[in-house]
């Protein structure tokens, strides 16, 4: 199963966001935020697409998917 | 100002600590005497508490991943009690169908009813934390 792979922590110090900062700019919880920056949650579309937005960027940027070695 | 009760806490104290309560309550419901009453009435007043606490607080919000744990908590706990279940049914027709059984089931019921309500609720409650810790 591909692996989900973020550049949401890149994209947040960047704009020297707070993971509640952009939880609340999302409409999410801080634990989500979390849970996204570190691979463990996939993310619906809208949401993917929220966070982008706020970041002033495409969903391809934000998020994409890394096959597994076989 | 009221403190925002977390959704995390929310749910214990909503599955897990009520579900415990319901569990307490159903096994005290088999024991006769004042002590069992006693413990009874007070699982009663900390439910009432519980609830009224949950109802007045301001609460946080679900957002997408809380309400996928909580499903995938709520299948979890509901594949485990239809095991538990067959189980039981399978252990009542191999152990049980050589006795003649006389049980009170007006008394039987709502205990059982308490203490499965009370497993299914703890089940819920454990694995939405399991979830929520990745």
Redesign the interface.
């Given at each position: 199963m591909p692996t989900l792979k973020t550049r949401m922590y890149e994209f947040r110090k960047a704009m020297n966001l707070q993971q509640t900062e952009l939880a609340e700019l999302v409409?999410?919880?801080r634990?989500?935020i979390g849970?996204l920056e570190?691979g463990?949650?996939n993310?619906?579309l809208k949401?993917a697409m929220d966070i982008a937005k706020v970041f002033g960027t495409t969903v391809e940027e934000v998020f994409s998917f890394e096959k597994d070695e076989v | 100002m009221k403190k925002t009760l977390?959704?995390?806490d929310r749910v214990k104290l909503e599955k897990t600590f009520l579900g415990l309560i319901w569990l307490i309550s159903g096994i005290l419901g088999f024991f006769d005497g004042i002590i069992s009453l006693v413990m009874q009435a007070a699982s009663l007043i900390a439910c009432i508490y519980t609830l009224l606490r949950i109802s007045t607080a301001k609460m946080?919000d679900a957002?997408?991943?809380?309400e996928q744990n909580m499903n995938r908590a709520k299948a979890l706990a509901s594949d485990y009690m239809q095991i538990v279940y067959c189980c039981l049914a399978i252990a009542a027709i191999l152990f049980l169908r050589n006795f003649e059984l006389s049980i009170g089931l007006n008394e039987m019921i709502p205990n059982i009813t308490f203490i499965a309500m009370g497993i299914n609720q703890l089940i819920v409650g454990f694995a939405f934390r399991k979830f929520?810790e990745?």
């Amino acid at each position: 199963m591909p692996t989900l792979k973020t550049r949401m922590y890149e994209f947040r110090k960047a704009m020297n966001l707070q993971q509640t900062e952009l939880a609340e700019l999302v409409g999410v919880r801080r634990e989500t935020i979390g849970k996204l920056e570190n691979g463990k949650y996939n993310p619906s579309l809208k949401l993917a697409m929220d966070i982008a937005k706020v970041f002033g960027t495409t969903v391809e940027e934000v998020f994409s998917f890394e096959k597994d070695e076989v | 100002m009221k403190k925002t009760l977390y959704y995390s806490d929310r749910v214990k104290l909503e599955k897990t600590f009520l579900g415990l309560i319901w569990l307490i309550s159903g096994i005290l419901g088999f024991f006769d005497g004042i002590i069992s009453l006693v413990m009874q009435a007070a699982s009663l007043i900390a439910c009432i508490y519980t609830l009224l606490r949950i109802s007045t607080a301001k609460m946080e919000d679900a957002d997408e991943m809380a309400e996928q744990n909580m499903n995938r908590a709520k299948a979890l706990a509901s594949d485990y009690m239809q095991i538990v279940y067959c189980c039981l049914a399978i252990a009542a027709i191999l152990f049980l169908r050589n006795f003649e059984l006389s049980i009170g089931l007006n008394e039987m019921i709502p205990n059982i009813t308490f203490i499965a309500m009370g497993i299914n609720q703890l089940i819920v409650g454990f694995a939405f934390r399991k979830f929520e810790e990745g």
